[in-house]
């Protein structure tokens, strides 16, 4: 009972990326530039997932979709922190981690967990960096008070949910390799992960449906 509602939540999760998709797509016309990178990554999603499912059908190997996934993921909302968070930190701190990050995730794939394996230990780096920027974002927004309604505004919804997804997926990252794929036990991690993923959409969505302008 437990892997079937895993499996099922796992599989929701997959397909809840299509909300933020839709949403951005039918407001585009309103989109400011943060947003507009939001969506770039939303679609980016959905391209991987449907590219992943392709290849899972073909019996071809799909980590080579996460692992570009993930760089485009991690570029995408540095970039969209770089813009939130100045002057707090200059352009070039952004480059040099952007820069790390391109090294390790290289590293990763050749020489630790190999490109036919999932891209644990870089999801968890990219987890722990983009936890940084959001805590980051959090510090200035109340140090500064400038944001006069807050629920208007999209980062705050982006941060919330890259926090959110990231600090409680950082784990599921880390063991998921070391996890017997026969027990139990990795059919509830994914579907704890499953949930999270489905909230973080939900959280791209709103950060895509506000109006910050008025």
């Known amino acids: 009972m437990e892997e079937e509602l895993a499996w099922l939540i796992t599989n929701v999760s997959k397909y809840s990326v299509a909300l933020p998709a839709l949403i951005g797509v039918f407001v585009f016309f309103r989109l ?3 947003q507009k990178v939001i969506l770039l990554l939303v679609l980016i999603s959905v391209l991987s997932e449907a590219s992943a499912h392709i290849l899972g059908f073909t019996g071809a190997g799909q980590t080579v979709v996460y692992y570009l996934f993930t760089c485009f993921e991690f570029g995408l909302l540095t970039y969209v922190f770089a813009e939130g968070i100045k002057p707090f930190f200059r352009p070039i701190f952004f480059l040099a981690i952007a820069l790390f990050f391109l090294i390790f995730i290289l590293i990763d794939m050749i020489w630790i967990s190999g490109i036919a394996q999932f891209n644990s230990y870089s999801t968890a780096i990219e987890g722990l960096i983009l936890i940084f920027f959001a805590l980051i974002f959090f510090y200035k927004t109340l140090h500064e008070l ?19 997804y990231f600090s409680s997926s950082l784990f599921i990252f880390l063991f998921s390799n070391y996890v017997n794929s026969s027990t139990t036990a990795l059919f509830i991690i994914w579907g704890i992960h499953g949930i999270f993923s489905i909230l973080l959409n939900v959280f791209y969505s709103t950060a895509l449906w506000v109006r910050p302008n008025l």
């Open 32 to 34: 400011e530039n943060t």
């Open 146 to 164: 400038k944001i006069r309604f807050l629920e208007r505004e999209p980062l705050f919804w982006i941060s919330a949910g890259v926090l959110l």
